[in-house]
């Protein structure tokens, strides 16, 4: 699994923006997957995650109501909306595979495959 992360960028406190998380060469449907983000100086938190079957969806509460999650199994893709950003949402955001886990979902250790990360910065 080689998970590319894309869609960070610059934007007002108030804007939206989309993340991808894509794997060209195996099928994500079989993985639970995961977005955490890393902010200067802050360890690696849990933002969303949705389930290998798609049907649950875990947020941590200071995106809750702003950011969803969504995965499209026919373009092999997960997506993170986010909505409402606040400059506290300044990071690096990372998608993240785990293969069928039933770990808990906001720990890093419940996913093997780590995308390499884009940043999104939010200025007020």
């Known amino acids: 699994v080689q998970l590319q992360a894309s869609g960070g960028g610059s934007v007002q406190a108030g804007d939206s923006l989309r993340l991808s998380c894509a794997d060209s060469?195996?099928?994500?449907?079989?993985?639970?997957m995961g977005w955490f983000r890393q902010a200067p100086g802050k360890e690696r938190e849990f933002v969303a995650a949705i389930r290998w079957t798609g049907g649950s969806t875990y947020y941590t509460d200071f995106v809750k109501g702003r950011f969803t999650i969504s995965r499209d199994n026919a373009e092999n893709t997960v997506s993170l909306e986010m909505n409402n950003l606040k400059p506290e949402d300044t990071a690096v955001y990372y998608c993240?595979?785990?293969?069928?886990?039933?770990?808990?979902?906001?720990?890093?250790?419940?996913?093997?495959?780590w995308g390499q990360g884009t940043l999104v910065t939010v200025s007020s």
């Open positions: 993240a595979a785990g293969y069928r886990t039933s770990g808990s979902f906001n720990s890093p250790s419940t996913y093997t495959y």
């Open positions: 060469g195996r099928t994500l449907s079989p993985y639970n």
